[in-house]
């Protein structure tokens, strides 16, 4: 009679997780459809950033372009690196909507996640880092802000950060959904 | 006489899962003190550095202090807060090696683990990208490699990433631990 019981209260359980798990489980597709988007866009906004100066002459140029800053190509291939990844991890995150209780589906995804979440942010912050001296310069190095030159660069650079936070919440809020919805099976 | 066969496979398979989680929140808590050891070494070697540079005059002094830098004092603060949480985090990392089914517990220490993760990595490369610059330069925005006349400070502050990025690897390891952990309930 107890283990009766016990397993009608299970299986009472399991139709209430799957319905939660399905609700999770669009949540989880919806906030990685953000994150690529963001992803996407902040490669391709940093990787299309230059800017020539108008006072040139005949001998020098002043250009200031994404790839003279080792960091920022950096960013821009992390970038492109979780956005490939989230793209191809998308059907899996689909298949999690159609079959709620797949749990070692779900195990890879949080794995995959939480190394993209670690590689995403420092890949940004690590241009943050960056676009901050830009703007500030430090005095101790005698670094100077560039921004001051280069206003169009500076925007462009500023702007590109942003895609790429949004998307590290997005990882964030992904890996902790994929927690909840694995202590529910 | 299918659910009582049910009820009897689900009680083979929790003495499995205790056992295996047991071993998972062991090495859940060697994890958390190596990132504990990581985070506050790396807080203390970078919180202690500066140089003054022996060919002072009477007028200037060349002193190099981390604080000189954002990213360092910031590198500080988040390497502060992620050993804080993570030594207030051992009580219930300790309380899952006694009480291995507990789940709620671990959904919470997922969800912060996951944050710290992000602060963590966020922190440890934002510095990483200052020192890469003090260390080369950049050319096209005309700020010099410091290191040169700075050499103990730039290894001071080198040495000082080591402790974050092992912090780093044993948090992403931390949450993985744990989603495979709540994947066996």
């Given at each position: 009679m107890e283990?009766?019981?016990?397993?009608?209260?299970?299986?009472?359980?399991?139709?209430?997780?799957?319905?939660?798990?399905?609700?999770?489980?669009?949540?989880d597709l919806i906030l990685r459809i953000v994150a690529i988007v963001g992803t996407f866009g902040s490669a391709v906004a940093m990787g299309t950033t230059n800017q020539t100066l108008p006072f040139f002459?005949?001998?020098?140029?002043?250009?200031?372009?994404?790839?003279?800053?080792?960091?920022?190509?950096?960013?821009?291939?992390?970038?492109?690196?979780?956005?490939?990844?989230?793209?191809?991890?998308?059907?899996?995150?689909?298949?999690?909507?159609?079959?709620s209780r797949a749990a070692n589906s779900r195990v890879l995804l949080i794995v995959l996640d939480t190394v993209m979440l670690a590689l995403l942010s420092?890949?940004?912050?690590?241009?943050?880092?960056?676009?901050?001296?830009?703007?500030?310069?430090?005095?101790?190095?005698?670094?100077?802000?560039?921004?001051?030159?280069?206003?169009n660069f500076c925007q462009r650079i500023s702007g590109s950060l942003i895609g790429s936070f949004v998307a590290v919440v997005s990882v964030v809020l992904l890996v902790i959904l994929s927690g909840v919805a694995l202590s529910r099976h």
């Open positions: 283990t009766k019981t016990k397993a009608a209260k299970i299986e009472a359980g399991e139709a209430f997780s799957v319905k939660g798990s399905r609700g999770i489980s669009i949540f002459n005949q001998f020098i140029e002043f250009q200031a372009q994404y790839d003279d800053f080792t960091t920022f190509t950096l960013f821009v291939i992390v970038n492109a690196i979780v956005c490939g990844y989230l793209a191809l991890s998308l059907p899996l995150s689909i298949l999690h909507i159609i079959r420092a890949g940004a912050s690590a241009a943050a880092a960056i676009v901050y001296l830009a703007h500030n310069g430090n005095s101790s190095a005698n670094w100077f802000a560039i921004c001051q030159q280069f206003q």
